[in-house]
Structures are given as structure tokens and as C-alpha cells.
């Protein structure tokens, strides 16, 4: 894929995710717009299966919405209430101490900068860029394995681990896209654009795209 040609694959996925299923942790930012809900949502999808996610989220939600009331929960109530996601001990201990550092250092509020937000404990790159584009409205570009995956698949780019794609995507990525390239691109990589025999006679991007490492498509 050349560098122009993003011009013209933009509107053509932005058309084909409107027909998909859109992940649940885009459609609750987008409602909630609470940097919060979004930070621990997304700790709660890591290596987790969408539907499922969803309803830990909220279930947890309705316990406490707000970092405060999260931290006087106990671990075993978080424990409870997020099951069955993966890892749920880690992650409600993860929840507990962060929103307990959130309220003691940062006044309760989640921090706006993916500089400050590294600085807590659990908060990887992805989670970052994500609290910052849906949580702030801020540019960042969230790169998750769907990301990492499509945009070397295209040929726009070619780098071997997400980190990696987070960095050459800020270098050639139009900035207008940034905040909307992870919502697309998973709905589009779960449905369209899947790892293994991706549904290349389905794409509309397909004459652009390089199929890099594709060796089966249906």
C-alpha cells in the first residue's frame, strides 16, 4: 500500500465497519465518555472475549463508578463481580491498586497524559493511547494485535511488535485518523481481516492491500 492510497482505504473501511458488530468498550466510551470507565474496561478486555467484557464491566460499574468508590472495594468484591474475564485475581488486584493510587495521588482523577498514565501500575501503551482517545478525545493511536497486524498486512508498514507500529504510525499516519484507527480495525480484523484465511474476496481494501504473510485467504 502506498502512502497515498490511505486517502482512499479511509472512507472505504470506515463504510465497511458500519455493516460489522463494534467492540463493546467503543460503543460504552462513546456513551460514557469517563476516562475511568474506559481505563478499567480496558484492563478488564485484556486476553478476554468481548460479550464478556461487557458484562464484568458493568456488573463492576454498578458497584462503584468512580476511582474512590473503587478503591474502598474490596479484592474479593472485584473478584466477584468481573468473573469470568481472564486473569480476574490479577486484574482486580491491578483495579483496586489503581484506583487507590488514582484517588491518594491524583485527586481522583484519571491523568490526561499517556506520559503520567505509564506511571501506573498495570497501564501498557495500548491502555494508555486507549483512556487518551476515548477517555480525553485526545490524539494517541491505540495499537492492539488487530492494528499491528492489518497495517503491516497492507504494506503501509512493517514492523515486527506493536510498540513498534505505535511509533511508524504516529510517523505517517494523518493525524485525522489517529483516535478511530483501533475501533475499525477491530471490528474490521474480527470480522473481515481475521489472522488466519482472512475473507480477502469480502474486503473492499483488497486491491490495495499487499497481503503481507497472507499464505491462505478465503
Partial sequence: ???????????????RVRSLRVPWLEIMAAREKD????LISCILSLRTQDDTTGAASERLFDLA????????????????AIYPVGFYNVKAR?????????????RGTVPDSIEELLKLKGVGRKTANLVITRGFNKYGICVDTHVHRITNRWGYIRTK????????????????YWREINGLLVAFGQH?????SPFCSKCDLDRFCEKVNVTRHR
Fill in 1 to 15: 500500500m502506498r502512502d497515498s492510497d490511505i486517502y482512499r482505504v479511509w472512507p472505504l473501511l470506515k463504510a
Fill in 35 to 38: 476516562p475511568f470507565k474506559v
Fill in 65 to 80: 463508578s468512580d476511582p474512590e468508590a473503587m478503591a474502598s472495594l474490596s479484592v474479593s468484591s472485584i473478584q466477584r
Fill in 94 to 106: 491491578t483495579i483496586k491498586a489503581l484506583s487507590e493510587t488514582i484517588t491518594s495521588q491524583y
Fill in 161 to 176: 511488535t506493536p510498540e513498534k507500529t505505535e511509533f511508524a504510525l504516529r510517523e505517517k499516519l494523518p493525524r485525522k
Fill in 192 to 196: 473481515i481481516c481475521k489472522p488466519l
